[in-house]
């Protein structure tokens, strides 16, 4: 398997890119929480709320293994927090290629548009929120990653072209 892994903070680009790639490439695109939604016929903010974060972190950690355990050569967007487990980061990069989608706060917040399905965002204060997030997680984020992308002020084709170049070089 040669998976391509995108991981990156809500916003940053890793559906729409995704999507992008795989069907450029004629693979498989897919996106770890709307595989946990179709399984659990819940919502990733109702997970969240009634059982909370642990519990949806390891019913991404299920679907992170199940991934593996197809074998065929896909891309992947992760939730957000993805890489707050050590053993996703090993499986994620045993498996193929982390890139990491960045961004500054005040552009993830202007791309996410639901904050309603935002766990972590609810409460308001979009980009103040995704600024701490941001600084908690970028160590862990760099250390996943194979390569890392920018994508503030850039388009998706040039973001989608970026990665593919990286990941065929990979």
């Not at 992008?20 to 709307?34: E, H, K, M, W, Y």
């Not at 920018?150 to 084709?157: D, F, N, P, R, V």
Request: glycine fraction near 10%.
């Amino acid at each position: 398997m040669q998976a391509l892994w995108l991981v990156g903070m809500m916003g940053s680009g890793k559906t729409t890119v995704g999507e992008l790639i795989a069907r450029r490439l004629g693979l498989d695109f897919v996106d770890t929480d709307s595989l946990i939604e179709t399984e659990t016929h819940r919502s990733v903010a109702s997970i969240w709320e009634t059982e909370g974060e642990e519990a949806f972190r390891h019913f991404e950690a299920e679907q992170i293994d199940r991934l593996i355990e197809r074998g065929q050569d896909c891309v992947i967007a992760t939730g957000g927090g993805a890489v707050l487990r050590p053993e996703n980061i090993a499986v994620m990069r045993g498996s193929g290629t982390v890139v990491w989608l960045t961004a500054e706060p005040g552009e993830l917040a202007a791309r996410v548009d639901d904050s309603e399905s935002r766990p972590l965002l609810w409460g308001g204060q979009s980009e103040e929120r995704l600024a701490e997030l941001l600084t908690e997680r970028e160590a862990i984020y760099a250390e996943a990653a194979h390569h890392t992308v920018e994508t503030s002020s850039k388009g998706t084709e040039e973001i989608a072209r970026e990665v593919m170049m990286l990941w065929n070089g990979s």
